[in-house]
């Protein structure tokens, strides 16, 4: 394996802009971020080299192109974060704290992160005159398969079946306060992409390839006009394989304290058992708590993710939630016995599970809404927004 440095050298304190391109006119916008987690370099390296060979086709675009460095500071140091995880730092609460105007002082080193970002993010899309596109290239501690996480609306999974790539649905519904999290409430169409292991070459040509290919299917550039467009093409398809649909069953959350190791050898998307013996804490054994795919093992200090456990979907089921959410039929769903709406929108719902037995999670991922909190008989759910229409588009 052909490894690259640990640290991203090129990357200089808070300058996140790696390059821009494309006027300010009509069409698309597609905003690449690597690096938000500071040992995850090879994102970076990729924005770069997309950013030179970028300037010269700058005529050739329809719409913008922003390439963004995340976490300059711990990019700088080599480590995935300062103080903070940048990738779970975006919550209401912080985001307001550290929006443009603000006068309060940073607490932590991911706060100036963040405010630096976001007076770079909120001009792009406040100017934004067609659909918005946001892609956050990571990498993980293990080797293997590359995968998209998608949060499941149908505006990101259309976007996501452009690209061949397996697609990973609801990651989203398990973490707090991602970049994509807050993007995609705004209305921002969004995509992740893990594109293999921190320190390998060939992570740096899968997210180089990636991004050829998402500023295509933004609608950004002609596949024409890309040099090498099907070496691009070739190159995602063969660090990826078949493509395939996931969602995300089981996280296993896990502290600083917890003295979480992993056993060794899972690979993403290795089969594992139920009951299977995959890693140890303080507390002793961990086992497979459902049959599945090992997405994600955690092989490295830092992280609030031990594992995660995902099923793949059959095509019946997408299809199925498509056409029901098409229908709006969860404009309805708070009729049903169980079921309180919270908000006068009724954006939000508290289900009685007690009473509205019958309706597990599945039934409402199928609806289009995502997990907030159980607390303990009851389930709070939410709408996910800008599902089917864009804000950010005359017809949505
Ligand atoms: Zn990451």
Same mark, same amino acid.
């Given at each position: 394996m052909d490894s690259i440095t640990k640290t991203a050298e090129i990357v200089a304190e808070g300058e996140h802009l790696i390059g821009s391109f494309g006027a300010e006119s009509e069409g698309p916008t597609l905003m690449v971020f690597g690096g938000i987690h500071g040992n995850e370099t090879a994102g970076v390296r990729a924005a770069r080299r997309v950013s030179e060979k970028l300037a010269p086709l700058e005529d050739r675009l329809h719409g913008r192109v922003f390439l963004f460095a995340g976490n300059t500071r711990a990019l700088q140091k080599g480590v995935r974060f300062i103080d903070e995880d940048l990738n779970r730092h975006w919550t209401d609460a912080n985001v307001t704290r550290n929006d443009l105007g603000s006068q309060l002082p940073p607490q932590f080193s991911e706060d100036r992160e963040q405010m630096e970002l976001l007076a770079a993010i909120v001009p792009v899309l406040s100017s934004a005159s067609g659909e918005v596109f946001a892609l956050d290239l990571h990498s993980t501690s293990a080797e293997g398969v590359p995968f998209a996480t998608v949060g499941d609306t149908m505006r990101n999974r259309n976007f996501a079946t452009k690209l061949p790539v397996t697609m990973i649905l609801g990651i989203e519904e398990q973490l707090e306060g991602t970049l994509l999290e807050y993007l995609n409430n705004i209305g921002a169409v969004t995509m992740g992409f893990? &594109? &293999?292991? =921190?320190?390998?070459?060939s992570t740096v040509n899968s997210h180089e390839s990636l991004i050829w290919l998402a500023i295509e299917a933004a609608g950004v550039i002609k596949k024409s006009d890309i040099p090498d467009a099907d070496y691009h093409a070739q190159v995602v398809k063969k660090a990826t394989g078949r493509p395939e649909i996931l969602e995300i069953r089981y996280r296993h959350e896990i502290t600083e304290n917890d003295g979480f190791v992993m056993r060794p050898g899972y690979e993403n998307f290795q089969p594992i058992r139920k009951g299977e013996y995959l890693a140890d804490d303080l507390s002793g054994n961990i086992r497979a708590s459902e049959s599945g795919l090992i997405l994600m093992p955690l092989y490295q200090k830092l992280g609030e993710d031990g594992f995660f456990i995902g099923r793949r979907i059959k095509p019946f089921w997408l299809w199925l939630s498509a056409v029901l959410r098409w229908m709006r039929i969860g404009d309805l769903i =708070? $009729? $049903? @016995? &169980?079921v309180h709406p919270t908000d006068a929108d009724r954006e939000v719902l508290r289900v009685d599970t007690t009473v509205a037995? +019958? +309706? @597990?999670l599945q039934v409402f991922h199928l609806l289009g809404f995502r997990k907030r909190r159980w607390t303990g008989e009851s389930l709070t759910v939410s709408r996910r927004r800008h599902d089917i229409n864009s804000p950010f588009t005359k017809e949505g």
């Open positions: 893990e &594109g &293999g292991q =921190h320190y390998a070459e =708070h $009729l $049903l @016995p &169980g037995r +019958f +309706f @597990p």
